[in-house]
């Protein structure tokens, strides 16, 4: 009996320890070179982070490839075909013409183009399992459109805050909840705030919240759903430097021992000033 129970507690002991080794930890990371200008996206694969950063010194221009180590170091590596990277730009092209916006869809060698909504400005654009997600700005409200894989446009949405805000990239779960990251615009202090929300399925705020440094910009490019929660990564200022900013929080925006960051205030529609840590 002894016995047994021995091996139970050993085998759960094993089971504990491979679950750390092999899970994604919440973090707050910086990644860039001294006095240089550096900004990335980061891509979870295998239990890895990848981060894909370019670093600019006046007119030079650079791409370095990072590994997160188990060590919690990033190390360069030849990696260059990360996932997703170059899917958006051979399939889906945002093509502005002279009285339109079309959206380019290219697929089992037939290619289609749905014309966008004119009222909006567009940028950038998301790829889901469902859904192409085509996302823009009206004046200074974050926007979006979603079209389906065959080309039908489902809905489109708005984010109606009061101060400037931009979303710059969506991920969609299994049950159509959506997770936003982008930035917003301090009009106090005319600074930018990392920022990341999350809609329900019938586009209902559930959370909205900002990351960063107190002062200067801090901006989101890219979230990706981890077994683990959420990976976003962009640019931050801090210490006087423009570097590649990484975080990786739960599903409800939360990471490490920060109990709560600040959230913006939707049906008050003005930032809660909370400090920052």
């Given at each position: 009996m002894k016995n047994l129970v021995?091996?139970?507690?050993?085998?759960?002991?094993?089971?504990?320890?491979?679950?750390?080794?092999?899970s994604l930890p919440y973090f707050e990371e910086w990644l860039g070179e001294p006095n240089q200008y550096d900004d990335g996206v980061a891509y979870y694969?295998?239990?890895?982070?990848?981060?894909?950063?370019?670093?600019?010194?006046?007119?030079?221009?650079?791409?370095?490839?990072?590994?997160?180590?188990?060590?919690?170091?990033?190390?360069?590596?030849?990696?260059?075909?990360?996932?997703?990277?170059?899917?958006?730009?051979?399939?889906?092209?945002?093509l502005p013409l002279i009285q339109?916006?079309?959206?380019?869809?290219?697929?089992?060698?037939?290619?289609?183009?749905?014309?966008?909504?004119?009222?909006?400005?567009?940028?950038?654009?998301s790829v889901t399992?469902?859904?192409?997600?085509?996302?823009?700005?009206?004046?200074?409200?974050?926007?979006?459109v979603c079209v389906d894989k065959t080309g039908k446009i489902e809905y489109e949405h708005t984010f109606s805050y009061a101060h400037h805000n931009q979303v710059k990239s969506i991920a969609e779960d299994k049950d159509g909840n959506l997770y936003c990251a982008g930035y917003i615009e301090q009009s106090i202090n005319n600074t930018f705030d990392a920022w990341l929300?999350?809609?329900?399925?019938?586009?209902?705020?559930l959370w909205s919240k900002l990351y960063g440094t107190d002062k200067g910009t801090d901006e989101f490019y890219r979230v990706q759903i981890t077994p683990y929660g959420l990976l976003c990564s962009g640019l931050t200022y801090r210490n006087e430097n423009f570097d590649t900013y990484i975080l990786h929080t739960d599903l409800d925006g939360n990471f490490g021992s920060i109990a709560s960051v600040p959230e913006y205030s939707y049906m008050n529609k003005k930032v809660l000033n909370i400090p920052k840590k």
């Open positions: 021995f091996i139970n507690f050993l085998l759960l002991g094993c089971i504990t320890l491979y679950a750390q080794q092999n694969m295998d239990n890895h982070v990848f981060v894909k950063s370019v670093s600019m010194q006046g007119s030079k221009t650079k791409t370095v490839f990072y590994e997160r180590k188990n060590t919690k170091q990033y190390e360069k590596t030849e990696i260059v075909n990360l996932p997703y990277t170059n899917e958006q730009d051979t399939k889906y092209m945002i339109a916006t079309y959206l380019r869809i290219e697929q089992k060698n037939e290619v289609k183009s749905v014309i966008l909504p004119e009222k909006a400005i567009y940028h950038s654009i399992e469902k859904h192409i997600f085509v996302i823009g700005n009206i004046d200074k409200s974050a926007y979006f929300a999350k809609l329900s399925p019938q586009r209902e705020l």
